[in-house]
């Protein structure tokens, strides 16, 4: 029970006097996050959107590689992105391995299938009739897509909220391509597992706080964007 009020006292001090290694973690989180969920839901839209919306050679095989992708453990893709990036790999000259870059691209191909099969359930839900109306005006698959996003707005929210979720949650992937060096690419996960193991539990303890705080944000953000005066 010591170990405990102890390492939350410690924490909360940490906090209160804005510990400078605390927050450089907690803003390159959110750099490296943010910027892997723009990059997914900037695919994964579009992509969920078309396998709603349209027949095309290969549909199939997206279908199957999204729901394979919603499941797939973060550690495959750490391993992935590793041997692509490696030094003697297909991409190794543009020497990204143990980069933020490298947690982005990571943190998008968790990210990326989340959205796109979020998108897809949501705008599946929708209105057949309002496709319908849509398709009979003659409107391009394009001003369809539009069209619904516009009135999936509040479930395509939660899909980007779902995919931002996976990406600032992920440990394996970014501990992999990251190397979670001190200043450079150490995240709240990563360096949450590292104080862990060292037994540093007033910091460990302090970042599950901000990320908890982070994932409390969010939610609240989409709860008042789903109320109808926020519309």
């Known amino acids: 029970m010591d170990l405990i009020i102890e390492g939350f006292r410690q924490a909360f001090g940490l906090i209160a006097r804005g510990d400078p290694t605390l927050f450089d973690i907690v803003a390159r989180s959110l750099a490296v996050s943010l910027s892997a969920t723009f990059l997914a839901a900037l695919v994964g839209i579009p992509a969920g959107a078309a396998l709603v919306l349209r027949a095309f050679p290969g549909r199939g095989l997206l279908e199957i590689t999204v729901n394979t992708g919603m499941a797939l453990p973060p550690v495959v893709v750490g391993l992935v992105v590793t041997i692509l990036l490696w030094r003697t790999g297909p991409l190794g000259a543009l020497t990204l391995l143990y980069t933020p870059q490298a947690m982005v691209s990571a943190q998008f191909l968790v990210a990326m299938p989340i959205a796109a099969g979020l998108t897809r359930s949501a705008l599946a839900a929708m209105d057949p009739d309002l496709i319908a109306a849509l398709r009979a005006d003659g409107a391009a698959d394009r001003i369809v897509a539009l069209e619904l996003a516009r009135a999936a707005a509040p479930q395509l929210a939660v899909a980007v909220a779902a995919a931002f979720g996976r990406a600032i949650a992920e440990v394996g992937a970014s501990l992999m391509v ?46 008042w964007r789903s109320r109808p005066w926020a519309n």
């Open 178 to 223: 990251g190397g979670n060096l001190l200043g450079h690419t150490r995240i709240l996960t990563t360096a949450i597992a590292l104080e862990v193991s060292r037994g540093d539990f007033g910091l460990a303890i302090a970042l599950g706080i901000i990320l908890l705080a982070i994932a409390f944000v969010v939610n609240l953000l989409l709860g």
